[in-house]
């Protein structure tokens, strides 16, 4: 039994059970990056249900087709009852489960579909034909697909012609919206401050299970040392953990194209430039691995006048577990494994106020939903969003905003992103000033500066009238988990 009870996925469990009405049988992708709770939700669903799961092993340099076989072949038989089943063949497993769910309600879940099947090449080609001749004709039986490769899963099945046409349902986990992550800290007995729950949520932004490991009795700094700056703290080797397991021995080249846009978001040629790899080729391939696995995102820039996106775009690290890493962990890894953090205040640590500054500027980036509500426009009022960098040219400046919107009325949203322990005071106003002065915009189009903070600004910034909406990210937390 859970220790945590099942907290959001609402939509996903509706479209999951809108299956239920219909009267054919139906096949579901579920993707999602690695802890991100697609097992949970799956498990969820099938409550009360009869329900077959199947995981397939980890990677390992000794696991083998066979080894997956024989996996499945156990987990198989000890779920049908059965001893001794012979696991030399795919399609005689998957025709024997077929069998015994012919007839009634039945859901069936693959998960790590990916390990299961990725060493043996026949083992779509089979589990496609007994889906057409065999598990198909249980009109009530839904099986699902799920992994954390994602673009193993986007390549071989969701784009495949073999399974085109088949599948009924594709879903893809997103980390937990912030009222989910307010829901579950609290269900779990944290009982921090507002700001205590954004530092949690800054180092392990709204991945379920990191937020499982959170101890409700230990302040936010003490659970973030014990997790990640103790030898054997469950996140110390997670980031080694996450490469390995997904994209096996090319995980290096993947770990060090992720350190380079820990540093900051870089377009494509810069990527290039920094790992001193060819452009062209299969770097392009790799980069979109990440950005189908949730960790990066592809921010493109457009065109201002007509809202139309450009070939110019940056990549940039969405994960805040891994931003957290590389900035923060990475750079003391060999003192953490040696124990040298176990009396060290790691708020006290050089450069901690400035990545926290970044871990909540991708928070807010990841809940910009949030930010539509309080400047009251609705999503079909938007022609474009984004972090948006102005390159500096002979006929303009450089400038960068941390989160830019253009509505259908002509109106720009420059977005600052500030995240600090203090009152902001108004400093930030002649930097917002700054920015607003060198952000090119065409003639008509309004100019709205928006403060977005997590822990208060003094009267003067509030008095000033500069700011078109001042929004405490702090408060939006406690208001939806009213909500929820």
């Not at 099942?6 to 239920?20: D, P, S, T, V």
Request: some cysteine.
């Amino acid at each position: 039994m859970n220790a945590v009870p099942f907290i959001g996925r609402q939509k996903e469990l509706r479209n999951l059970q809108q299956l239920l009405a219909k009267k054919t049988a139906s096949l579901v992708v579920i993707t999602g990056r690695r802890r991100i709770g697609k097992s949970r939700l799956v498990a969820e669903f099938a409550h009360n249900k009869n329900f077959y799961s199947f995981s397939g092993l980890p990677p390992t340099p000794a696991t083998t087709a066979q080894s997956q076989r024989d996996e499945f072949s156990r987990q198989l038989g000890e779920q049908l009852g059965l001893q001794g089943l012979k696991a030399d063949d795919w399609g005689n497993l998957f025709t024997l489960l077929a069998r015994q769910t012919a007839q009634g309600r039945v859901i069936i879940l693959f998960d790590e579909i990916s390990w299961m099947g990725s060493k043996d090449p026949l083992f779509l080609g089979k589990l496609k034909i007994i889906w057409d001749l065999q598990f198909k004709k249980n009109p009530a039986l839904i099986l699902i697909l799920c992994g954390s490769v994602s673009s193993w899963i986007e390549k071989n099945i969701i784009s495949s012609t073999g399974f085109f046409g088949r599948i009924s349902l594709k879903l893809t986990l997103e980390e937990l919206l912030l009222s989910e992550c307010n829901a579950f800290l609290n269900k779990e007995g944290f009982r921090g401050s507002l700001l205590e729950k954004f530092i949690v949520l800054s180092v392990t932004g709204g991945v379920p299970w990191y937020l499982e490991l959170i101890n409700p009795a230990l302040p936010a700094s003490e659970n973030i040392k014990k997790l990640c700056f103790e030898p054997d703290g469950m996140l110390t080797d997670e980031f080694n953990r996450i490469f390995h397991d997904l994209f096996g021995k090319k995980g290096t080249i993947y770990q060090q194209i992720v350190a380079v846009l820990a540093k900051q978001p870089a377009e494509y040629q810069e990527i290039a430039a920094a790992l001193d790899y060819p452009s062209g080729g299969p770097l392009s391939e790799y980069l979109n691995d990440l950005v189908t696995s949730g960790f990066i995102s592809r921010d493109y820039i457009w065109t201002l006048t007509t809202g139309k996106e450009s070939q110019l775009s940056k990549y940039r690290l969405r994960d805040n577990y891994l931003r957290f890493y590389l900035k923060y962990m990475a750079p003391h890894i060999h003192k953490i494994k040696r124990g040298q953090f176990k009396q060290v205040a790691i708020s006290s640590l050089p450069a901690w106020d400035s990545v926290m500054g970044l871990q909540f500027e991708n928070l807010v980036l990841n809940n910009r939903h949030l930010i539509y509500q309080q400047l009251e426009i609705k999503p079909e009022e938007i022609i474009a969003d984004n972090p948006f960098f102005q390159r500096k040219t002979s006929k303009q400046k450089g400038c960068q905003i941390d989160y830019l919107i253009q509505t259908k009325f002509n109106n720009f949203y420059l977005c600052e992103v500030k995240f600090s322990k203090n009152e902001i005071n108004s400093a930030i106003i002649r930097e917002m000033s700054q920015k607003m002065e060198r952000f090119k915009r065409p003639k008509g189009f309004a100019c709205l500066p928006v403060l977005i903070h997590v822990n208060g600004v003094n009267s003067e910034v509030e008095e000033s009238g500069f700011f078109a909406k001042i929004i405490d990210f702090s408060q939006l937390l406690a208001a939806q988990h009213a909500l929820y």
